[in-house]
């Protein structure tokens, strides 16, 4: 049987390619309130793009699953790389 990746995961999550900001941040950064959420989004300064269909300001913001999930296999990737350094140095400490 095959591995579910995190763009099959997110897609079964959230039923959608493109998925509400409001919901990937309840998700993935609760710490942050709504005020902030949308601060990032219109400065730009989450990690994937933020984009509404509409010109409108109340209009929400959306996120593509490819990029979303894109951020967290590297997010993920760079802290695997970090643990194994640290594991590798905490071996060769006790050798």
């Known amino acids: 049987m095959n591995e579910l990746n995190t763009i099959d995961y997110l897609f079964l999550k959230f039923r959608s ?3 509400k900001l409001e919901d ?3 998700e993935y950064y609760p ?3 709504k005020e902030k ?3 990032k989004a ?4 989450f990690p994937f793009v933020c984009f509404r269909i509409d010109d409108s300001q109340k209009a929400p913001f959306f996120v593509r699953i490819e990029e979303l999930a894109s951020v967290l296999d590297e997010i993920y990737a760079q802290n ?4 194994q350094t640290s594991m590798q140095k905490a071996i060769q400490a006790t050798i």
Do not use: D, S
């Open 24 to 26: 990937v941040c309840k």
């Open 80 to 83: 695997y790389r970090g643990f």
């Open 17 to 19: 390619v493109y998925i």
């Open 42 to 45: 219109r400065q730009h300064k």
């Open 31 to 33: 710490h942050l309130c």
């Open 37 to 39: 959420v949308l601060e």
